[in-house]
């Protein structure tokens, strides 16, 4: 008979304690999320992923057929893109396009569907982190893993933006859930999660292969090999995965001329043992700051937790390592927030963690009553730490950061023609996006072309705009000082939005300069 007594209850209560905990994460993804295509990696990833909710392969712009500038295809590409090495008026993505693949489904319940993603992303990745420590430690345990990285900084930080680093954390979290199971079916789960995985985000095949050398290891285990276990077990583990590898390879020939081509460049100039001490520094200082080391714990985790689970933990901390060792001898960036690159190893270590401490505390000679009130209060500090600094680090502010792009969008689609197209840059995701209009990307032309660009433009029946932020004008003025009569910006914008963007019109320069007004439209959000 099923236990019905109180240990059964206070279970029951700790696993939908869990649920809440990860709904609540999925609540903030939506309420405090963006909603917008702000900077060159959520461009990215919406603009591909209106791509492939329309069935075509990539952003296409027919202007850059014509357009008479010099090198007119990188002019057209949209913030996080580059021009097309295949397609002479198509622009490929500099992301990886897996996670686009996830979101297209999305975007065909309309244009905002694709910000939904993430926030269900974050929940499930909290839900995957309560069952992995629930198996390996306890409920208790699993309740207090998923509080501890619900209230991780840099996940509070991405679950409000529509980019692939906490789809790519729930992945690999899956993958790891999958492996304390014992079904038979298990290589092939494991097979399909691993695919995925890597398809979101190709620079992590380091983990599937070790992943599935741990399957292999398993599949040995106990003495006598059984070369016919083994053989079952690989074969369903390389079918599974196929297919995303199929399709990761099928897009990169598409998009770049070549399965081994992404949108980043070469590896020789992304990754370099040179980065090691830079990057150890910055991620280790980080990590201290933001989480108190927690997650460093979690390297203890296969030699206190139960035998029976060991393989398993001891695949967490390996795929964890794998991950941070790509990035360690990735490009260094100074920002706090590029820790995100190493949420997919953040997550099972932090699990981990939690299941060692959960071990020592079991330890401690205390009744049982004062080692969970000592369990409960770490758990409680931790995570109010978690959340405070997350706040400090304006992961609940980034709706209010970047809604200037929204809004842009918003105001090219409502209030300006269907015929117009922009000469901008951080917008021009947003405008596309949003609105569905091209734009010309003013640091890709020629400082001698703006004039006769928009002049051209013009007389194609299009109608141009100059957008840009308050901190690009002096840029743009200085571009194209001396070399064009619009690159002064000397007559007043249309729109003002949330006194960041301005929109001007060409057209007005004339209409100002003979004495007549043009008056400003300011759009500020309550």
């Not at 357009?67 to 295949?86: C, E, H, N, Q």
């Not at 092939?188 to 380091?206: E, I, M, Q, Y």
């Not at 109608?463 to 004008?473: G, K, N, R, S, Y």
Request: proline share 8%; aromatic share 10%.
């Amino acid at each position: 008979m099923p236990a019905t007594g109180p240990p059964a209850r206070a279970s029951r209560l700790a696993s939908w304690a869990a649920v809440a905990v990860a709904l609540a994460v999925g609540a903030v993804g939506l309420v405090r999320g963006t909603w917008a295509v702000g900077g060159s990696d959520s461009s990215c990833y919406a603009l591909m992923a209106d791509a492939f909710a329309t069935v075509t392969l990539q952003p296409h712009s027919p202007l850059a057929r014509d357009a008479p500038w010099p090198d007119a295809a990188r002019t057209f590409a949209p913030a996080g893109f580059i021009p097309s090495p295949v397609v002479v008026d198509g622009a490929s993505p500099i992301c990886a396009p897996g996670f686009s693949l996830l979101l297209a489904p999305f975007r065909s319940i309309g244009v905002d569907g694709i910000f939904l993603v993430t926030p269900i992303a974050g929940a499930l990745a909290v839900c995957l982190a309560w069952f992995f420590t629930r198996r390996l430690a306890g409920t208790g345990a699993g309740l207090a893993a998923a509080v501890l990285v619900a209230t991780i900084p840099v996940f509070l930080f991405q679950v409000v933006q529509p980019m692939n680093d906490v789809a790519s954390a729930a992945l690999w979290m899956a993958v790891l859930a999958a492996a304390l199971t014992s079904d038979p079916t298990r290589p092939w789960l494991l097979g399909f999660l691993t695919g995925l995985a890597v398809l979101v985000r190709p620079n992590l095949a380091p983990a599937a292969v070790v992943v599935t050398a741990w399957l292999t290891m398993m599949s040995t285990r106990g003495g006598g090999v059984s070369s016919g276990l083994l053989r079952r077990n690989l074969t369903g583990f390389v079918i599974a995965a196929l297919p995303a590898a199929v399709m990761l390879a099928v897009l990169d020939t598409a998009l770049y001329g070549s399965p081994l081509a992404t949108g980043y460049g070469r590896a020789a100039d992304l990754f370099a043992f040179a980065n090691l001490m830079p990057n150890a520094t910055r991620y280790l200082r980080t990590l201290l700051e933001t989480e108190l080391g927690l997650p460093i714990l979690g390297l203890i985790a296969p030699i206190v937790v139960p035998r029976e689970h060991r393989p398993a933990a001891w695949l967490a901390v390996a795929v964890s390592l794998s991950i941070a060792g790509v990035y360690l001898l990735y490009r260094p960036y100074a920002e706090w927030w590029y820790l995100r690159f190493l949420l997919p190893a953040l997550l099972p270590l932090t699990a981990l963690a939690v299941a060692a401490i959960a071990r020592g505390v079991s330890l401690l000679p205390f009744g049982r009553a004062r080692r969970t009130a000592i369990a409960s209060a770490m758990v409680v500090g931790l995570g109010w730490f978690g959340v405070h600094t997350a706040r400090e680090r304006q992961a609940f502010d980034l709706h209010r950061l970047e809604r200037r792009f929204r809004l842009a969008g918003d105001v090219a689609r409502d209030r300006l023609p269907p015929n117009a197209v922009f000469v901008s840059i951080w917008e021009s995701g947003s405008l596309r996006h949003q609105a569905g209009r091209p734009s010309v990307l003013w640091d890709s032309l020629a400082p001698d072309w703006l004039d006769r660009a928009t002049e051209w433009l013009t007389a194609r029946g299009l109608d141009p705009f100059i957008v840009v932020e308050q901190w690009e004008e002096p840029i743009f003025r200085e571009r194209f000082e001396g070399k064009s009569s619009l690159g002064a910006l000397d007559w007043p914008p249309r729109f003002e939005i949330d006194r960041q963007v301005r929109i001007y019109n060409p057209g007005d320069r004339a209409v100002y300069r003979n004495g007549q007004s043009v008056p400003t439209e300011h759009i500020i959000p309550r």
